[in-house]
């Protein structure tokens, strides 16, 4: 089988010593390249010394986008375009159009967030996730480590998951 | 678990809300004494009152609905200074009345959704609720007081066929009067005061007894009472505080109506208590009390404050765009009397900036949620924010043309603000700060968000 990429995966079935684990080996300089797990784990962002999202900011931005789309056009439309009378009030007014503005505002940052996350997590259409071990949707915890990324030899790397409470250790290669 | 905590109500802490109050009471009399002498400006009360006929002009019967009420008032009504008085004092006494009663509405949330977050903040809301006795005495008393000036709807003539005669306020009188004559003692309606907050007191001791007895006995049973009082204590609440805002606040405008007040004023209370539970929380973790308040807990407290921040804007809204848009003329009055108008056009603005835009901006981040230093920025305008709320529902449908925005108003308020405190942190200190034996205790210490 070609393999470009090699990884080794550590098996837990409890979180709390995947958590201690986690520490453990990264204190011994492994770089982890995910953590799959079947549900989450609280403190497991912390652990792996994950930065915070910025998931938010694009969520910002693409509501500021929905805000000022929604407003341009529809005092574009109905103050310049096509200028009507509705209600009696000014061509462009603003109250009436505060509940289009809204929908939009929520519907581009929902939607902008939700492709932002899916492309950054490689979760693009006929892409096929790569799976490790298909247990972590069952009842196991995998930790992967990427052979690439790190300069320590798969056996010791190996034997350090074991130390530190890792129930397998197997390989996986796509 | 917890070690024992006990809030001390120190004697700098007291002395500092004195200066407070007795600042307030200064302000108050100099606002008086200013109001006195300055006379009421009847050359200005007339340039105004033109600028406002010219406003409503297009719609006869609110023109006509303006022009009988002042009329009225000249009839009955106390100097300007003195209502402005009685004005500022209703609806100061509202707006932290309100504030009493949130506190125990929390407590009760907090039960009813069997929260387990919120136990070390549960203690200061229980302490809010100590206002609520206070503020139903004064309440009752200040009604007595105000009334002839405030409600307008209480003078006699409206109910009596003649040149005084209101169809519109005479077909709601039954509200008002019931079971007695129209335009005699209103009894139905001081009923219902004293009943409400007879109500919420009577809960409020229920609940405190479980709360305290559960100190000291443990276990869930103390628990699981407080949920049931608290489930029944809702029900109750949402139909109360509904009715509350119709009468203390809403039947200031007698003609006009809404379906959203009981809402709106309930949404202005709901996220001042909790602006305020926080303010307090902030306080005495900086005083070095609530160690087990921690960044979840802030944040969730945030998170209250933030949305409940933009719940409050979306009932003002809704409330907006359908008299707005239907542009009824008996429905609008309400707006021109306060958009257009001087001096309440500035609020109205300031009331959405404060309430809905620095809120809104400020706690948007998680970080802004977590941090003390951001909630005691943001906490504080958002109870100044709705003080103004109060004010631009009440003050202008009183006052109308002579309403003012100074010493009377801001001293008062401060001597309101004052006394709450002070009720509130010597309660706080009565009882332990943190629940000893709350079944919830172990989620509240690994919360997590």
Known sequence: MESNKNFVLGVFDDEEVLLHAVEKVRDKGVKIHEVYSPFPVHGLDEALGYKKTRLPIAAFIFGMTGTSLALIMQIWMLGYDWPMIIGGKNFASLPPFIPVTFELTVLLSALGMVATFMIVSDMKPYRWPQQFDLRSTDDKHIMAIDLATNKIAKDDIGAILKESGAQEVNDKNF | ?449
């Open chain 2, 1 to 449: 678990m917890v070690a024992e905590e006990n809030y001390e109500f120190k004697p700098e802490a007291k002395k500092k809300i004195a200066i407070v109050g007795a600042v307030g009471i200064v302000l108050f009399i100099l606002g008086v004494f200013m109001a006195m002498s300055s006379g009421s400006g009847h050359g200005e009360e007339h340039a105004s009152a033109q600028v406002l006929d010219n406003l409503v002009a297009s719609t006869e019967q609110a023109a006509a609905a303006e022009g009988h009420e002042a009329v009225a008032e000249e009839h009955h009504g106390s100097p300007v200074w003195l209502k402005r008085v009685y004005t500022s004092l209703w609806q100061n006494n509202v707006f932290f009345a309100g504030l009493g009663i949130i506190g125990l509405f929390f407590v009760a949330i907090q039960y009813a959704a069997q929260a387990g977050w919120s136990v070390p903040v549960k203690r200061i809301a229980l302490a809010m609720g100590h206002w609520i006795p206070i503020s139903g005495i004064l309440m009752l008393v200040l009604w007595f007081i105000v009334k002839a000036d405030v409600f307008h709807w209480t003078h006699h003539d409206l109910y009596v066929e003649g040149e005084g005669f209101d169809a519109i306020i005479n077909g709601k009188s039954a509200y008002f009067f019931w079971p007695l004559d129209a335009g005699g003692f209103p009894l139905f309606y001081v009923l219902r005061l004293v009943v409400f907050f007879a109500l919420w007191y009577m809960f409020f001791i229920w609940i405190k007894r479980e709360m305290l007895a559960e100190d000291i006995n443990g276990g869930t049973a103390h628990w699981t009472k407080a949920r049931s009082l608290s489930a029944v204590f809702l029900v109750i609440f949402a139909v109360t505080s509904s009715i509350a805002a119709w009468d203390w606040v809403m039947s200031i405008d007698t003609h006009w109506f809404s379906t959203m007040m009981g809402w709106y004023v309930f949404a202005s209370w709901w996220v001042t208590g909790l602006a305020f539970i926080t303010v307090v929380a902030a306080y005495l973790k900086d005083a070095g009390y609530l160690k087990l308040l921690n960044a979840n807990h802030l944040h969730d407290l945030g998170k209250f404050v933030f949305a409940f921040s933009i719940f409050w804007t979306y009932i003002w809204f809704s409330q907006f765009l359908l008299i707005y848009y239907a542009n009824i003329p008996e429905e609008t009055v309400y707006f021109v009397t306060r958009i257009n108008n001087s001096p309440y056009g500035w609020i109205f603005y300031t009331n959405i900036i404060l309430n809905f835009v620095l809120p809104f901006l400020l706690l948007m981040t998680r970080d802004a949620k977590r941090h003390l230093s951001m909630l005691k920025v943001v906490c504080p305008i958002v109870i100044v924010g709705h003080w103004f709320d109060f004010y631009n529902m009440v003050t202008p449908g009183v006052m109308q043309h002579d309403g003012a925005l100074g010493f009377v108003e801001i001293g008062l308020a401060m001597v309101f603000m004052a006394a709450f405190l002070f009720v509130t942190l010597n309660a706080l200190s009565k009882a332990p700060l943190v629940a000893k034996n709350h079944p919830m205790m172990g989620e509240a210490l690994n919360h997590h968000i």
